[in-house]
């Protein structure tokens, strides 16, 4: 489907003409998706591309990441994530997934492609006041053995020194093609995951009362924790609590296990929440150990709140209302999924924004196995990208 936008700015227009190769690209990577961590061809595509622009470039950032600058001076980030999902993708599409039970779910592909398109704009026409950084993130999605993301480790290595400002976008399957989300403030959720080892003591499952039944204590557990949402915190600051999973060290009918392992995941808005939420389901826990048994409790805290920065925030506004039409800015609203850019907008100020790329007569959603996009979106993400840089820089259009 093609859409016509209100207003042909020479930047669009000239990424409208980069469609065919930004297609090619996207239907690469979306074709051979790579997890967290494991991002190695896609990283050999995109630093090989940005070196035949012209581009300084770094590869290894993070693990997976790449690092390329164009000009000289004071530094704005463009950033864009590379790693797909755990999931077997459903399509009918030539470029769907080769790499079985790995898929681009989440729109990935997409950020990287924009972000390239978005190279190949800025290598025409050279910013003359200042440098584009680019980051090529690895794992978004997932944290390696210590907890940490792709953004964090990215940032460690050096990625962000001396940049004064980080802008990054996300493709959203609800808003049509050529409209774009944004929200100064709070936009994402901060996101810490849990694990809870609940101990009994294993018997025969015809004699339960030789044991400690390890999966009634943690289904005790499971309803305790329901409480710390409902009745621990104030209802007027959003949070929710989430057990994704729970398994047992043994899977028989008549065996009470040793342990059963509860997994999930707490989101919240307020900083002063992460205490709370921590210590309220430490409690909940120990019902546990009041019938009987014992637990263990372990939290990774993944992710801060992404926050927009107001000036940034108005910046992106201005931009897209020149490129796209006055209509075509709408609100963001606050949303309780998570993304690791909140720790590179912790580290400076940045601005997180919602790329339009509704199938209006299939529409998709994201992290699911029929996942995809309206493609005409794909230059419009190019444009904003470049023109948010060149703009946080002085040179207005």
């Known amino acids: 489907m093609s859409t016509i936008l209100p207003k042909q700015h020479n930047t669009l227009v000239r990424a409208q003409a980069l469609k065919p190769s930004l297609l090619d690209i996207r239907h690469q990577i979306h074709a051979h998706p790579e997890l967290g961590f494991e991002e190695i061809e896609t990283s050999k595509l995109v630093a090989g591309l940005l070196s035949k622009l012209g581009f300084d470039v770094r590869i290894g950032i993070g693990g997976t990441g790449v690092l390329a600058e164009l000009g000289e001076g004071r530094t704005v980030i463009l950033r864009a994530d590379m790693d797909a999902l755990p999931i077997t993708e459903v399509t009918d599409k030539p470029y769907g997934s080769q790499n079985k039970g790995v898929m681009h779910a989440c729109g990935h592909d997409v950020h990287v492609t924009c972000a390239l398109g978005a190279a190949m704009l800025l290598a025409e026409t050279p910013p003359k006041k200042g440098c584009v950084r ?232 994201l992290h699911t196995p029929t996942f995809d996009i309206d493609e005409s979106a794909i230059p419009i993400g190019a444009t904003m990208l470049a023109e948010v840089a060149r703009c946080y820089l002085g040179e207005l259009f």
């Not at 309780?336 to 959603?365: E, Q, V």
């Open 134 to 365: 680019f980051l090529f993130q690895p794992a978004e999605e997932t944290v390696n053995a210590e907890g940490k993301s792709g953004a964090c480790l990215m940032i460690e290595q050096g990625a962000a020194v001396d940049a004064e400002a980080v802008f990054a976008l996300h493709v959203d399957p609800r808003l049509p093609v050529g409209q774009i989300a944004v929200r100064e403030g709070p936009l994402l959720a901060a996101c810490d995951t849990f694990k809870i080892v609940v101990h009994g003591v294993g018997s025969h499952g015809a004699y339960p009362e030789l044991g400690v039944d390890a999966i009634v204590l943690a289904s005790q557990v499971v309803q305790s924790l329901q409480t710390v949402i409902s009745r621990r915190k104030s209802a007027l600051e959003p949070a929710i609590l989430t057990v994704g999973g729970i398994a047992s060290d043994t899977f028989r009918p008549n065996i009470l296990p040793q342990q059963v392992e509860l997994t999930g995941t707490i989101r919240y808005f307020e900083p002063t929440l992460h205490n709370l939420l921590h210590e309220e389901i430490e409690k909940a826990c120990t019902i546990a150990d009041a019938l009987g048994g014992s637990h263990t409790l372990e939290f990774n805290s993944d992710n801060p709140t992404l926050v927009n920065d107001p000036q940034l925030t108005n910046l992106v506004r201005f931009v897209g209302k020149s490129l796209l039409g006055a209509t075509a800015v709408i609100e963001a609203k606050q949303e309780t999924g998570a993304d690791d850019f909140s720790f590179l907008s912790a580290h400076m100020p940045g601005c997180y924004f919602l790329l339009g790329a509704l199938i209006p007569d299939n529409p998709r959603k």
